[in-house]
Structures are given as C-alpha cells and as structure tokens.
Nanobody, 118 residues
C-alpha cells in the first residue's frame, strides 16, 4: 500500500520560503491527481493546492495563489510544494494525498509542521 511521507517543514520568518516534499513510500502516485492540505489546531483540514495526474494543470486556494507552486516528478514518486512569501497564517501541519473528489485516497501520513513567525 502506498503511504505518503511528507518532509521539508520547519520554522521560518514571515516572507521566507520553504519547499515541502511528499514521497510515495511503497509505490507511486501514478494516475492520481494529488494535492497538498494543511491543518491548524481547532480547524478542519483545508485544501491548499492540486496538481493533475499529468502535471499539466494546477489549482490553488485563493489564500496561496501567486505564492505557492505545486509540482510532481516525472517518476510519479513525489509531489512538491514550493512556498514563497510565507505568512503567519500559513502555519500548520501540511499533508499530501489524493486530490479532493478522488474516492480512493491514501492513508494520511504524519504531515510536516510549518511554523511562520512574525
């Protein structure tokens, strides 16, 4: 069974950048549109960005448009999220999984913590 494993989080000052990675442990993400999500305490997990299974199309939450870029590697084993101009409001635990609307999703991973300080 494919298990997403997220890495790359950390503590960064507002205005800084981070690059998150999500590796498909035990397989690939082939044929799946994939997405990044984030969750903060007391809130539901929210969608951040989606990349189509071919990588040709992307979609972003309004709050991150123009600052975040989602991509996937040609081997279909990893998904990335380049985060620039980070804001305090971007703080949270970031997860990757199949995109919203996909019926059969992967098990949720541990996520990676992103903390943006002012």
């Amino acid at each position: 069974q494919v298990q997403p494993v997220e890495t790359g989080g950390g503590l960064v000052q507002a205005g800084g950048s981070l690059r998150l990675s999500c590796v498909a442990s035990g397989g690939t993400f082939r044929s799946y549109p994939m997405a990044w999500f984030r969750q903060t305490p007391g809130k539901d997990r929210e969608h951040v960005a989606t990349v189509s299974f071919s990588g040709a199309r992307t979609d972003y939450a309004d709050s991150v448009k123009g600052r975040f870029t989602i991509s996937r590697d040609d081997a279909e084993t990893a998904i990335y999220l380049q985060m620039n101009a980070l804001q305090v409001e971007d703080t949270g635990v970031y997860y990757c999984n199949a995109a919203p609307g996909v019926v059969r999703i992967f098990p949720w991973g541990q996520g990676t913590q992103v903390t943006v300080s002012s």
